[in-house]
């Protein structure tokens, strides 16, 4: 036993006790005649005493030459402190020390071992066991657990069963790229590590699982984007005998428990909404609705005046930035510079001041009068004192860029509180998007996303138009979950590939297992995936993922701790049957 | 909504209810004038009732029409059953069908969807979605949810916290052969899967999380041997600041806990034992202690006899097989025949018959006399109607040997009882075992095992002969979990590394950054795995371990299922940088 108690545990009522404590050495203070060490542990910090007068010489001397982050054990008197520290759980005493070891001493280290550090991103990943010992990571992993456990807790409770799906899978091209691990059994053959384990959660439906659920790592090997991870984690989550609204229901439910248990917060029932409501009020599918700013279509006000720009804009449209009517000439040309950034591209921007004396000034007076300008203050549901912002072109790019200025407006005014928490559905997401690139269609959700049988008769003719039964959870701005009702039919399925342009051989191939298995009583199906890392990241009240990783990689999908990946042996890739093919 | 309840749930009060169900077809009577379906899902089986009297015609010649496995929904009213079945939960009930809705059909599944089904192993496999819809795997699933809520559930209430360690980590040519993942953005490096997350671990120790766990899957790249899986999934633990002692009765407490919840087993205080005594009295580190038949060491008494074979023998060893002194002639020499196959390798077998009146009858009565075999039967604790095999060579060998001989004994005498479980804890591992083909030392555990201070004076002239801080758990002759103590001082960790046989170039590349870590104030620390996978199987009352997996592969490392692993495209290879190479 190296510790009678923990760091954090120790208070008035255990003056005079005798115990034991190990820990790093957070700090020291020699005054000559006395030393004080802060001990701290996972648990927190204990406040210890060596003292000339009462310290045995040898122990005292010890304590002198204690550095930070030195390993120690020691044994000692609990007893009052002189002065308190009520901030602190062990802030009403100090231990008098009659024994001390040094369990390992510590080199010092790269960064101060503080809430609020001295160093950078690069060196605290390179030493993240380091990292991990301040409060700030140390408390984001043990808040992942806690998420993690109430999500097992609540979903085990509602008779899901957490089923392991394999990890070396089959490599398909559909999606995102896959991570392929070459077998050495089967020469020339590679296992693909699993993107999601979709396709396995459908087949517990199919066997009858009936309620499954998994927090489980998925893989992706794209390009990565700032926090964006190679590996990342799903709660994923599958259903039979469903319709949509059941799984709402039970994720809606899973949402609210964690709020409240992990926040104690209790939220409404979520507002659920239209893809295409979210489109043409926020010109975003993840609309952060703690604040208003709701999108002003002003084409039938704006448009056939003598204003050249709007006339020929497919979308004229507008926000009302609450109290900025006081933006001077410079903050407003700030701000028009940054609607034009190349990663916005703006062409330019129309504002409209709406006085408190209930006039508007803008800047195309020229071509509105006040009574045009209350029309699209009532539109943008502007108030006195409020700046009205309007973007023109066309349809798609204006919304995208007026929710990027949105979110940018909401930043700057405060309007972004980590600790109010807005979550709401979207709904009815078209099945498929056209890309460009390839020229055809693909799968907005994935390729396993039923249709809404309502629907069903665009498919051919208009398969753009034809709604998915697919649904994001949207919080703060952010999908944290999405899912669908999935097919069911073997035939519906192959309809769906082929509109996605797999060649009947290509389905068979990749998802015959699939198809094959819908052929033997495959029940209505559907589920959803929350994206762990965000979840709990949102929840912690933090815009970026990584603290809430143990051990995240940079954005070259590098770990620089044991600096991977690396070169291996060539008996391995021989092994393997593998050459290298550099380029 | 699909159903208002399922089908586990029905019972005498509900009677008069209208309920809507949905499921599977089980199986269906036609009467002619009556159908009795059964309808199943996960949660039970309730009986439909369609007759022609009471039945809507078109709803009864549908009835009629229904194939096993085709998922229906129906509804209905609960009436009394005529005949009850009290082995049912819902045996008092009937559904009396007023509406029928065919979700699915189903072609005719393989193999029969019932406890004893009449497919093979390999026919399962491919329709794995179809043998989980089977009691068998689908409750092996269940409780292996069970186990794992239990498990996290208990840790948890300890201040374990659940971390998630990388899945993309670096290759190490030490232990196994690592999966290894090439890595697109840094061409010509790859990532490993981990075979544990055991230096990750070691860091959170030393980054202060004071006691991790995580329920995680691990990877080796072996031949595969039946029952082994080149995925599978540990629990894994670590602790700072403690000695064995601490983590044995961690852990003990845990399976404790885990018989009491899930059995309803409680067990007392797990025997502890040291490797040396497990491998003199039952040639094995595993023993299987739910039966005796102790090893008895014969040499004393048999050796300086006539019989040369026992005379040249470094070991003479002998158990007594109880009861089993009626065997016959033939069933003896099948038994000898047993143990000189390839697979055990002895190269003969004596025996001695324990007479009901105390004299002893044996394959060598004209070398030994009675009071010789008297003392044999004290040494093997043998008693009247027992039968001594005795096995004699190089003492390792002859062990092995008969401790493989001990365990089919005890199967063929009905001693492996699956519902009664004997753990205990086997310690003081050796540090290193003596590698003939590559020469060398290979630690026994693994490198970071620290080795007991009192050994470390026998660290260079005797190193075989360094016990470690290592410990198994067995169960019923299976090891469910080992660990130990780690070395957390850098220079100890070097030296261990050079006794391996790394240079320190290679230990430096390989584990630099945790000998870098150890510098930084490493706390004392320890842990352990259980193999949740096996854990499972003998929770469950069952030596294999696939039928707890939701979807294994085979020996040959496929999932059969769907058909992994695969070729995949020439651009992603190009992509990656790789080439085949085939032989």
């Not at 409501?277 to 703690?290: E, L």
């Not at 009532?378 to 006195?384: G, I, P, R």
Request: hydrophobic share 40%; with cysteine.
């Amino acid at each position: 036993m190296y510790r009678s108690h923990n760091c954090g545990q120790l208070n008035a009522t255990h003056i005079n006790k005798e115990v034991t404590l190990a820990g790093w050495v957070q700090k020291s203070r020699d005054k000559g005649f006395m030393v004080w060490v802060d001990l701290r542990d996972r648990y927190g910090i204990t406040q210890l005493i060596f003292d000339e007068q009462r310290t045995d010489k040898s122990v005292f001397e010890k304590a002198k030459s204690l550095g930070r982050e030195f390993v120690i054990q020691v044994k000692g008197t609990v007893i009052e402190r002189e002065s308190k520290n009520a901030n602190m759980a062990t802030g009403d005493i100090e231990i008098l020390v009659s024994e001390l070891i040094v369990l390992n001493s510590a080199m010092l280290p790269p960064f101060t071992i503080e809430d609020d550090t001295d160093g950078g991103e690069e060196t605290r990943m390179k030493y993240r066991y380091l990292d991990i010992r301040r409060n700030p990571v140390k408390n984001a992993l043990l808040f992942r657990h806690k998420v993690a456990m109430e999500v097992r807790k609540y979903l085990s409770d509602l008779d899901f069963c957490e089923v392991e799906t394999p990890y070396l899978i089959k490599s398909t091209p559909e999606g995102a790229r896959d991570f392929v691990v070459p077998s050495r059994m089967n020469q020339g053959q590679f296992y693909a590590l699993p993107q999601s384990p979709q396709t396995f959660k459908q087949l517990l439906m199919v066997g009858g699982m009936d309620k499954y659920f998994q927090i489980v790592k998925c893989f992706r090997d794209e390009d990565l984007r700032a926090d964006r991870q190679p590996e990342f984690t799903q709660i994923d989550c599958e259903m039979a005998f469903v319709e949509q609204e059941d799984i709402l229901n039970v994720f809606e439910g899973l949402t609210r428990h964690l709020l409240k248990e992990l926040k104690g917060i209790e939220v409404a029932e979520f507002p659920r909404m239209t893809y295409e409501h979210a489109m043409k009020t926020y010109g975003n599918d993840k609309p952060d609705i703690r604040f208003e700013m709701k999108f002003g279509e002003l084409n039938s006000t704006a448009q056939h005046k003598d204003f050249g720009v709007f006339n020929s804009a497919e979308l004229v449209v507008g926000i009302a930035a609450p109290g900025c009517a006081s933006y001077t000439r410079k903050e407003i040309d700030a701000l028009i510079d940054w609607v034009k950034r190349p990663q916005i591209g703006a062409s330019g921007m129309v504002y409209v001041k709406c006085e408190e004396d209930g006039t508007f000034k803008s800047s195309v007076d020229k071509f509105y009068d006040q009574s045009d300008l209350k029309k699209w203050a009532e539109a943008t549901n502007a108030k006195a004192g409020d700046m009205i912002f309007v973007l023109s072109g066309p349809a798609d790019k204006t919304r995208s860029q007026l929710s990027a200025l949105r979110m940018e407006l909401a930043t700057r005014l405060g309007l972004r509180n980590p600790e109010v928490f807005a979550p709401l559905w979207v709904v009815d997401f078209p099945l498929l998007e056209w890309d460009e690139e390839s020229g055809r269609y693909h799968a907005m959700h994935h390729p396993f996303t039923s249709p809404k049988p309502e629907d069903m008769k665009l498919i051919e003719t208009e398969p753009g138009k034809v709604r998915a039964n697919a649904y994001d959870m949207v919080l703060n701005g952010n999908e944290i979950g999405g899912g669908s009702i999935r097919i069911h039919d073997k035939e519906l399925q192959s309809r769906m590939f082929s509109l996605l342009g797999f060649s009947p051989e290509q389905a068979e191939e990749q998802f015959g297992f699939l198809m094959n298995a819908f052929q033997f009583g495959a029940p209505p199906h559907g589920g959803l995936a929350f994206g762990l890392d965000r979840l709990v990241a949102i929840l912690g009240g933090q815009e970026t993922i990584r603290d809430f990783i143990a051990f995240p990689k940079n954005n070259s999908g590098r770990d620089v701790m044991i600096d991977a990946p690396s070169l291996i042996d060539d008996a391995q890739l021989k092994e393997l049957c593998i050459r290298l093919d550099l380029k």
